[in-house]
């Protein structure tokens, strides 16, 4: 599967393929990170969070992985379909309620 | 379930004009957020209220934006007078737990000319 280590603004991937879209984030007090997915003229569409006691969640499809120790969180899909192609951001926050802070955008391209 | 609500989808007014945006949350959701989106980037936060009550609006140009929450459950956001570099997404989003899992409308497209 496709994958990058540092931030890209796209992603380029096969439909069947794993991909992994990689954030870092910036405040340490942050405890609370979830991943959207945006298609064009749409909001924001949660697609999964994790909270920072946690270092691995996962759901239909997707995975998340936080890493505190270097701020580095990271979504992976699995079996990428034409449908997940999208512009995806993660964002942090905490549970204590304030709002979210949105990282840069990855936008995934799936080919057929 | 219903999602959030936002009207209009889509605005174009001249600089130096007024603008008015509405939302509607998801029912029983305490609390609602405004967010700017200019193209290519995150949202970014504009205000933020629990119930009626605001809870942050450092990030809100208050010189020109306003907003308010009179009810605790519809809101609008005003700008007066827009400027070009208003010319963004304005999204609304609603939690029912303050930070958590918030759930985005589909947003106003506004264009400053």
């Known amino acids: 599967g496709e994958s990058v280590g540092l931030h890209l603004p796209t992603l380029s991937v096969q439909e069947g393929d794993n991909s992994i879209i990689n954030c870092a984030y910036s405040n340490s007090a942050s405890d609370y990170f979830i991943w959207y997915k945006q298609e064009s003229g749409k909001g924001p569409q949660f697609i999964i969070d994790i909270r920072s006691n946690m270092d691995k969640r996962q759901g239909q499809r997707v995975t998340v992985l936080l890493n505190k120790t270097v701020k580095h969180l990271s979504l992976q899909i699995a079996a990428t379909q034409p449908g997940d192609s999208a512009v995806y951001f993660c964002a942090e926050g905490n549970q204590a309620g304030t709002a979210l802070i949105f990282g840069k955008g990855t936008t995934l391209s799936v080919s057929s | 379930e219903a999602g959030v609500a936002q009207s209009p989808r889509y605005k174009i007014i001249e600089k130096r004009q007024s603008v008015a945006f509405w939302c509607n949350p998801i029912s029983g959701h305490a609390t609602l957020y405004w967010y700017q989106q200019i193209l290519g980037q995150g949202p970014k936060l504009l205000i933020q209220f629990q119930n009626n009550g605001v809870v942050d609006d450092s990030q809100l140009p208050k010189d020109r934006f306003s907003a308010e929450r009179l009810k605790g459950v519809d809101s609008t956001l005003k700008i007066q007078p827009a400027k070009l570099e208003d010319s963004a997404v304005y999204l609304c989003?609603?939690?029912?737990?303050?930070?958590?899992?918030?759930?985005f409308g589909p947003g106003t497209r506004l264009t400053v000319t």
């Open positions: 989003a609603s939690s029912s737990h303050r930070g958590l899992e918030q759930y």
